[in-house]
């Protein structure tokens, strides 16, 4: 049986678990994050306080009701940069509040399984089938503990130095930028687009060399500085860019081979400090997810920009 003080950690952990979920969806907007942390921590409750399993339940789907009240959007757009029409196969934001529960309800399942597997085994009178379930239950709060800091410590990390030349790899795809010129201007005679400070063309390989396919645009990436002011590429320079190489990549399409080859242009002011370029699907809780399928030590890319 559990004891009141097991209760007591059962509901903080659950509290601060609605508090943590309702925060990445409303402030950070990582929807995603939220619902494989209450995937993790049902499932946690579930097996190792299975008593009172419908109050863990209650307070992990409550914070999906506060926010569906508050009219905060819960699911989040698939791609950001290369708008689609994804309206088919989404979830429905209410039915969100149906997977904690059903986490919670999958520990208790797992518990009570593994109540009955030492049960059957209890005629070979082995003395320590009794430390069996106590020390799983630690096991397990241990693991949630650790895989909840792991991730934590992996997203808080500094931004990653990689130079030109030098390839990131995450999920299926892999991105190098081979090239930076920079130039006051862009284009011929009338045609011709002078920057506010410097254009920065930025050659880069968007490679796709496996069965995934990358839809791309050229709001893929944006790059920071110093002071971390972030730019955008400037829809100027890259229009005058795209005339010239006769391309229409800068826009959203889906990379149909092995990768292909994109030119983005930034406008930076002339004395910008240590200007990197960020790829969007390698940061956050997605950038973390597509980085660990490749390595267990995820870090977040930038890309230098300027060597003078």
């Not at 339940?57 to 989040?76: D, E, F, G, T, Y």
Request: one cysteine or more.
């Amino acid at each position: 049986m559990q004891s009141r003080r097991a209760d007591f950690v059962a509901l903080v952990i659950a509290l601060i678990t609605a508090l943590a979920c309702a925060s990445l969806v409303s402030v950070w907007r990582d929807g995603n994050a939220a619902i494989l942390l209450e995937i993790l921590v049902g499932l946690t409750l579930g097996f190792v306080f299975p008593r009172g399993a419908w109050r863990w339940a209650a307070i992990l789907a409550a914070w999906v009701l506060v926010l569906l009240l508050l009219k905060v959007q819960l699911v989040p757009e698939p791609l950001p940069w290369c708008p689609q029409d994804a309206s088919s196969g989404r979830v429905a934001p209410w039915a969100l509040a149906f997977i904690p529960i059903a986490s919670v309800y999958a520990g208790v399942a797992a518990d009570w399984i593994l109540a009955e597997a030492l049960r059957w085994l209890g005629f070979a009178h082995w003395q320590w089938l009794d430390r069996v379930r106590p020390e799983l239950r630690i096991g397990a709060l241990s693991l949630a503990f650790v895989i909840v800091l792991y991730a934590g410590l992996l997203l808080v990390q500094p931004l990653h130095p990689f130079k030109v030349g030098e390839s990131y790899c995450w999920d299926e795809y892999c991105f190098a930028v081979t090239q930076v010129k920079r130039v006051k201007t862009i284009g011929h005679g009338a045609r011709t687009i002078r920057a506010r400070g410097v254009f920065y063309v930025v050659t880069a390989d968007m490679e796709t060399p496996w069965w995934g396919r990358f839809n791309w645009s050229n709001d893929a990436v944006y790059a920071i500085d110093y002071d971390g002011t972030d730019y955008r590429f400037s829809p100027k320079g890259q229009s005058a860019m795209d005339q010239i190489i006769h391309s229409d990549r800068s826009r959203c399409h889906k990379i149909l081979g092995a990768g292909e080859a994109e030119t983005i242009v930034f406008d930076f002011p002339e004395n910008v400090v240590q200007p990197r370029l960020l790829v969007r699907d390698t940061l956050g809780f997605e950038g973390l997810l597509g980085g660990l399928r490749l390595n267990l030590f995820y870090v977040k890319p930038a890309f230098n920009l300027r060597y003078d």
